[in-house]
């Protein structure tokens, strides 16, 4: 049974940083893409960055670029996801999802199969 479990999420205000994690159990780590995604009240759930599987490279949303940064442990089966300079526009819960999308559907939430419950993000302008 696959599990995803994220931890990090808090009030903060703005500016500061924050980094999320995701511990990923009941599956080949390294077999999975793995993304976070993020939802804030009232909208869809929206990209946020990856690391795909096949290449390593990391693909972010315009929004979190330069100021986001993800990462995988591989040794740990643990992804990151280092959050600075935030604004009040990044509030929102925020999830890590696993799967194997194909490089042109990475952004899709309906590429990824395995989703974690959720961390809360809140920040104070």
């Known amino acids: 049974q696959v599990q995803l479990v994220e931890t990090g999420g808090g009030l903060v205000q703005a500016g500061a940083s924050l980094k999320l994690s995701c511990a990923v159990t009941?599956?080949?780590?390294?077999?999975?893409?793995l993304a976070w995604f993020r939802q804030a009240p009232g909208k869809d759930r929206e990209f946020v960055a990856t690391?795909?599987?096949?290449?390593?490279?990391?693909y972010y949303a315009d929004s979190v670029k330069g100021r986001f940064t993800i990462s995988r442990d591989n040794s740990k089966n643990t992804i990151h996801l280092q959050m600075n300079s935030l604004k009040a526009e990044d509030t929102a819960v925020y999830y890590c999802a696993a799967g194997r999308p194909i490089l042109s559907s990475l952004r899709y939430d309906t590429s990824y199969a395995y989703w974690g419950q959720g961390t809360q993000v809140t920040v104070s302008s």
């Open positions: 690391v795909h599987r096949s290449n390593n490279r990391e």
């Open positions: 009941g599956t080949t780590f390294n077999n999975h893409g």
